[in-house]
């Protein structure tokens, strides 16, 4: 403890109270679990939640698409699974193909925030190229564009037909996904070269010439004291309402 008081770190950090030391509560997160990278240490630190609610508000908002139609996308093409992989390679919420997904810019389709923004991208687009007519955007989502051109308009395949039904059904329906949360990590921040420098000063293969600069470190420190206290908050508080719990019981 003295250690950390020296390095002049925020004493919340080690423990008040009494309570246990918050560094052990971060620690032991990765006893037994083999040899993990700093940089995997790092991200697991700084990994936080956020609904898919919000990601789908978000990505709504930011390419103007109708939020219920966003999410009928996503219940029809994944059932909302960010690990979703089809017999064709379509990964994600959305399903984007590899090609496409990097043309949107999207890094990570198994990452729920990226993909579904990519998702909106896409359809948005598609959405404008058919001067705002849901179906045959639909239709090229499903069976590509190139489809939507040779037929003149929604293609005669029952898989995209039968497509085109269910998401305007689900778009009519009230889909609620505040209560399904999803991760997302540092390596999907605005920060990840700080990350990047971090990993290599760490395994000592750091250039001499490397800049971390005292942003970065207040970026990244302030992260992970968030993150820890959050943990410390949820390990501590919750077993002392358990105890809290039992002593009242006990006097009953």
């Given amino acids: 403890m003295e250690a950390y008081q020296s390095a002049g770190l925020n004493p919340y950090l080690y423990g008040v109270h009494g309570r246990q030391n918050v560094h052990t509560n971060y ?22 939640t956020e609904s898919l609610e919000n990601i789908f508000a978000e990505a709504s908002r930011q390419y103007g698409v109708p939020l219920n ?7 029809a093409e994944s059932n909302f699974n960010p690990q979703a992989v089809s017999g064709a390679g379509a ?17 990570d389709s198994f990452d729920a925030r990226s993909n579904i923004m990519g998702g909106a991208k896409y359809i948005a687009g598609l959405l404008e190229r058919y001067q705002g007519d849901t179906v045959l955007a639909l239709s090229a989502y499903n069976a590509g564009s190139g489809n939507v051109e040779k037929y003149g308009g929604v293609p005669p395949f029952a898989e995209t037909q039968n497509y085109i039904q269910k998401v305007l059904s689900y778009a009519g329906e009230t889909i609620d996904l505040s209560g399904i949360q999803t991760a997302r990590s540092a390596g999907n921040s605005i920060y990840p070269s700080a990350l990047d420098l971090l990993s290599a000063l760490a395994s000592g293969t750091g250039s001499s010439s490397s800049v971390f600069n005292q942003q970065d470190a207040q970026y990244l420190v302030e992260l992970m004291r968030l993150r820890m206290e959050s943990m410390f908050h949820t390990e501590v508080f919750s077993a002392e309402e358990e105890s809290a719990e039992s002593e009242a019981g006990a006097l009953i």
């Fill in 27 to 48: 620690e032991n997160q990765f006893s037994g679990s083999g040899n993990i990278s700093f940089r995997d240490t790092v991200q697991s630190a700084l990994q936080t």
């Fill in 69 to 75: 139609l966003l999410k009928a996308i996503g219940k």
């Fill in 91 to 107: 990964q994600g919420v959305m399903q984007l193909m590899p090609a496409t997904a990097r043309s949107l810019g999207v890094e």
